[in-house]
């Protein structure tokens, strides 16, 4: 591991620069534009430059030099081919016209088919920019929806379980409603009974995730969502975990009014720290009114256009739509990556993935369950949740074992979440991660429990070998500092 890399003001020095090619020439920009002072730029030569960036890229880890098991992120190999395909088109404006992006529209529309076809949904918006954002224009759907049938003030309430992601009562909150949370039951389900005594006639609608964030599916989906509409209320699906689903099941079919899909997580793109992605909304077609617009409408001769932006046309306008949420496509290069890694799949590459994934999950869990205790002892979906609790009685927590981790080449997992399991540590492989790789980390982890056992305090001395130890992760999150300002 390289030792930490000055900053580009510690490196510079007074005159350096990195010009090899001089000019007499000026641009000839009006007075009143130029700068009264230089701009404080440091000064370097090219070389330094490239290899102050090189050095970071080195310490850097990431999905493309080791295995990241964050579970619920799904950080896994993303083709190069996919990023390739998204480059294309960057040059295009969000705002451009019809007539000039059909090839645009033409990908933007097969990819809303293929979409459709994997959730058994009949309607999809491709703007939200991510799945908090789906969530938030989901739920402002479910408002538009309750309003058109007179029930707007009446429904005030989102019910959440327990086991959800964070963001659904975020949004849920944001959008206006208050949250009511269920508890799950003995088998990490949602609680059937408490739900059922949850739901009344203020319920605009229930937010679940399936598989949920214990890795587990959803055992009584169906009653739950019969349930949920027996009581005037829609169903949202949070799509973060859809990976686990592809050409498994889908969740149009198991009783779902609408669901979102992590299009970064669950197809292709490089994320992380909080982007790039894309949420597509997948609807039920008594929904599709209130969808964001504009739509693309395809015309029987094959061509393409906006029903809210056709030059030649009169706009159709809003109606019932919500509005729009982003611009006309979303984040289209991620789209685009999705949609490459659809097509070089195709239907049966796709059945694989998610096949691979629960596969990969189940045995590692399997190399795992001898150390340590299990969340809730099912076959699990795409990732799993163990406790360190055990661990933590003999001196080390899920903390500490995960910055052991470090030390011994892995990208930490989850911790700490889900909230109701103590100790929490959930480990998502993919599907993309080869048998020795599983074999090596599972190794690793084994590893630790014994020295847990024998040594705890070594663990929560953990990290030795990274450039820098513990953090203050809280205080790093909470107040960045994100400028240089001298000394």
Known sequence: MPALEPLLFELARPGRNGRHVRTSETAEIPDQFKRKAPLRLPELTEPQVVRHYTHLAQLNYSVDTGMYPLGSCTMKYNP????????????????QSYRTTQGVLALAYELEQMLMKITGMDFVSLQPQAGAQSEFTALLVFKAYHAKRGEAKQRRRIIVPDSAHGTNPASAAMCGYEVTTVKS?????????????????????????????????????????????????????????????????????????????????????PHGAGGPGAGPLCVKAHLRPFLPK?????????????????????????????????????????????????????????????????????????????????????????????????QKKQGASALDISKALLDEGFHSPTVYFPLIVPEAMMIEPTETEPTETLDAFAAAMLRIAERVKTDPAAVRDAPRNTPLRRLDEVGAARKPVLRYRGT
């Open 80 to 95: 190069k081919v996919n990023d390739r395909v998204a480059g294309l088109f960057a040059d295009v404006h969000p705002r």
């Open 294 to 390: 504009p739509w693309i409408e395809r015309d029987a001769d094959g061509t393409y256009h906006y029903d809210t932006a056709r030059e030649d046309r009169v706009p159709a306008g809003q109606g019932d739509s919500i509005g729009t949420i982003k611009q006309r496509l979303g984040n289209f290069g991620v789209l685009a990556r999705a949609y490459t890694y659809m097509k070089t799949l195709g239907e049966e590459g796709l059945v694989e993935t998610g096949r691979d994934a629960i596969l990969s999950a189940n045995y590692l869990l399997a190399l795992l369950r001898p150390a340590y205790d299990v969340a809730y002892e099912r076959p699990p979906m795409h990732e799993f949740v163990i406790s360190a609790a055990k």
């Open 185 to 269: 039951d003995a088998r990490g389900n949602v609680d059937l009974d408490a739900l059922k005594s949850a739901l009344g006639p203020d319920v605009a609608g229930f937010m679940l995730t399936n598989p949920n964030t214990l890795g587990l599916f959803e055992e009584r989906v169906r009653e739950v969502c019969d349930a949920v509409h027996a009581a005037g209320a829609l169903v949202y699906g949070d799509g973060a975990n859809m990976n686990a689903l592809l050409g498994v099941a889908r969740p149009g079919d198991l009783g779902f009014d609408c669901v979102h899909i992590n299009v970064h997580k669950t197809f292709s793109t």
